[in-house]
T-cell receptor, first 115, second 112 residues
Framework: AQKITQTQPGMFVQEKEAVTLDCTYD???????LFWYKQPSSGEMIFLIY??????QNATEGRYSLNFQKARKSANLVISASQLGDSAMYFC????????????FGAGTILRVKS | DVKVTQSSRYLVKRTGEKVFLECVQD?????MFWYRQDPGLGLRLIYF???????EKGDIPEGYSVSREKKERFSLILESASTNQTSMYLC???????????FGPGTRLTVT
């Protein structure tokens, strides 16, 4: 099974609307961390948000929130009030001891925000 | 701010050439990583290092080697470049205190 699955190759969203980017993961390790990164066209990877497997509450960082559903092994990223500058590639990633405590990435989702 | 720099943003090399990609960090992080990024495949780990002179193979080490002689510098080496190594290469470090991985700007390598 894929360790990290992002089923949406590309997404469009209207400016000022909210958008959810899907991510499911697979690990048998009870302790793991989930990450979201943004990669604009310039290429740099920008850390957005982190969720630990034992965290009681969903992580939030400004307009970013992580909809963590542990039983379903999903960690969807929600971007509220989309802005044109949110257009980028978004990667979901996981770190767990099962995979040698290395960061494992999904294939990514391209998000385009329309004005 | 953590700074991770890579020696080149764009590089064009010929098949069979030896290629060095350099990564330097200024935050004294022990862990450093080399990834390659390809469309539809995300980032895949080539090699990583958790200390000077220590290295571990990642998921796709074939055709690559690495060198970590100093803590701040982690080099990726393509002994004999091939066209299937045309890709974006990203270096990263790990801050173990906040569990955050910091990336360099990337090197887009084209092998012709």
């Amino acid at each position: 099974a894929q360790k990290i699955t992002q089923t949406q190759p590309g997404m469009f969203v209207q400016e000022k609307e909210a958008v959810t980017l899907d991510c499911t993961y697979d690990t048998s390790d009870p302790s793991y961390g989930l990450f979201w990164y943004k990669q604009p066209s310039s290429g740099e990877m920008i850390f957005l948000i982190y969720q630990g497997s034992y965290d009681q509450q969903n992580a939030t960082e400004g307009r970013y929130s992580l909809n963590f559903q542990k039983a379903r092994k999903s960690a969807n990223l929600v971007i509220s009030a989309s802005q044109l500058g949110d257009s980028a590639m978004y990667f979901c990633a996981m770190r767990s001891m099962e995979y040698g405590n290395k960061l494992v990435f999904g294939a990514g989702t391209i998000l385009r925000v329309k004005s | 701010d953590v700074k991770v720099t890579q020696s080149s943003r764009y590089l064009v090399k010929r098949t069979g050439e030896k290629v060095f990609l350099e990564c330097v960090q200024d935050m004294d992080h022990e862990n450093m990583f080399w990834y390659r990024q390809d469309p539809g495949l995300g980032l895949r780990l080539i090699y990583f290092s958790y200390d000077v002179k220590m290295k571990e193979k990642g998921d796709i080490p074939e055709g690559y080697s690495v060198s970590r002689e100093k803590k701040e510098r982690f080099s990726l080496i393509l002994e004999s470049a091939s066209t299937n190594q045309t890709s974006m290469y990203l270096c990263a470090t790990l801050d173990r205190e906040d569990n955050e991985q910091y990336f360099g700007p990337g090197t887009r390598l084209t092998v012709t």
